[in-house]
């Protein structure tokens, strides 16, 4: 799942190959991915793409201005990736509109120029979500994001650990608490931080949570400074070449040489170090029910 670090790299992607470049056309072959009505696709066509963003983990399409002739004021294209979604940049788009259809393809934006971006989604789970709005805020899961996991300071990220009790894993990953961190990278930030993924977040001490904070702060900036930069195309590499633990189950700890072991959940699972984070313990697998809400 693309996780902060890869929509900000995506975002710079476009911001570098799309920005000032007109909508000629939008096509949606999902209708299911595109969760608004109001103002219609159509609302693009012509209008230019005037920044490209994030928030949390949903990336921002900006478009059109309150100060062009003609303009119908600010859009902005929201995407939420979720597990299997992707953007693809394509130098040329064919110019046939696409039929909608169960290829993995969700949304297509061909520009002026003939060049363009796709929306992708692989597997069978339709999770990709795209929104159409004046306001970024309307957005349901734009509007219930805690603060941006890359820029809260300390004293905003403590409170925001400290402001419901549970396993710290579960509390990272909480959008509504920070925003921007998944799967991935709560497993790397807690190993950089030496914490179990299972501690729980009212028993930290101060000490923890001001390294925690560090820990997370130089994890996101690491894997933000080798993604920006990178297309699309080569970002998921880039990720997994930058993983210590996640995903990297029975491999030794680049730390201290201890297997990475996994815990497992119906639908996820997690990776640690027994050596840097637990004690040498291995985690149960039966406490698992009680981790992610
Ligand atoms: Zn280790």
Same mark, same amino acid.
């Given at each position: 799942m693309p996780e902060l670090p890869e929509v900000e790299a995506l975002a710079a992607d476009l911001r570098s190959r799309v920005v000032g470049r007109r909508i000629q056309r939008v096509d949606i072959a999902a209708i299911s991915a595109l969760k608004t009505f109001d103002p219609p696709p159509t609302a693009l066509h012509g209008q230019e793409i005037t920044g490209a963003g994030r928030y949390g983990k949903f990336l921002d399409v900006a478009v059109g201005g309150a100060d062009q002739r003609g303009s119908v004021g600010e859009l902005h294209l929201i995407v939420? $990736?979720?597990?299997a979604g992707w953007l693809h940049y394509r130098d040329a788009v064919p110019a046939a509109p696409l039929k909608p259809?169960?290829?993995?393809?969700a949304l297509r934006v061909r520009l002026d120029d003939g060049a363009g971006f796709d929306l992708t989604e692989q597997g069978t789970q339709k999770k990709l979500a795209a929104y159409l709005v004046r306001d970024p805020a309307t957005v349901p899961g734009i509007a219930k994001l805690g603060p941006d996991a890359l820029t809260a300071d300390l004293a905003t990220f403590t409170a925001r650990i400290r402001r419901r009790r549970g396993q710290i894993k579960g509390i990272l990953t909480d959008q509504e608490i920070l925003a921007g961190i998944g799967n991935a990278y709560s497993d790397e930030i807690l190993h950089r931080a030496r $914490?179990?993924?299972?501690?729980?977040s009212d028993r930290l001490t101060d000490d923890q949570v001001g390294t925690l904070y560090e820990a997370t702060q130089s994890v996101l900036a690491d894997a933000v400074q080798r993604s920006v930069g990178q297309g699309a195309a080569s970002l998921k590499g880039e990720k997994r070449s930058g993983l210590v633990v996640h995903a990297r189950t029975g491999l030794p700890c680049p730390v201290c040489g201890t297997l990475v072991a996994e815990v497992t959940f119906a639908d996820s699972s997690l990776q640690y170090c027994p050596g840097c984070q637990t004690g040498g313990k291995p985690l149960a697998d039966r406490r698992l029910s009680k981790l992610l809400r």
């Amino acid at each position: 799942m693309p996780e902060l670090p890869e929509v900000e790299a995506l975002a710079a992607d476009l911001r570098s190959r799309v920005v000032g470049r007109r909508i000629q056309r939008v096509d949606i072959a999902a209708i299911s991915a595109l969760k608004t009505f109001d103002p219609p696709p159509t609302a693009l066509h012509g209008q230019e793409i005037t920044g490209a963003g994030r928030y949390g983990k949903f990336l921002d399409v900006a478009v059109g201005g309150a100060d062009q002739r003609g303009s119908v004021g600010e859009l902005h294209l929201i995407v939420h $990736l979720a597990r299997a979604g992707w953007l693809h940049y394509r130098d040329a788009v064919p110019a046939a509109p696409l039929k909608p259809g169960k290829g993995p393809i969700a949304l297509r934006v061909r520009l002026d120029d003939g060049a363009g971006f796709d929306l992708t989604e692989q597997g069978t789970q339709k999770k990709l979500a795209a929104y159409l709005v004046r306001d970024p805020a309307t957005v349901p899961g734009i509007a219930k994001l805690g603060p941006d996991a890359l820029t809260a300071d300390l004293a905003t990220f403590t409170a925001r650990i400290r402001r419901r009790r549970g396993q710290i894993k579960g509390i990272l990953t909480d959008q509504e608490i920070l925003a921007g961190i998944g799967n991935a990278y709560s497993d790397e930030i807690l190993h950089r931080a030496r $914490l179990s993924p299972f501690a729980m977040s009212d028993r930290l001490t101060d000490d923890q949570v001001g390294t925690l904070y560090e820990a997370t702060q130089s994890v996101l900036a690491d894997a933000v400074q080798r993604s920006v930069g990178q297309g699309a195309a080569s970002l998921k590499g880039e990720k997994r070449s930058g993983l210590v633990v996640h995903a990297r189950t029975g491999l030794p700890c680049p730390v201290c040489g201890t297997l990475v072991a996994e815990v497992t959940f119906a639908d996820s699972s997690l990776q640690y170090c027994p050596g840097c984070q637990t004690g040498g313990k291995p985690l149960a697998d039966r406490r698992l029910s009680k981790l992610l809400r």
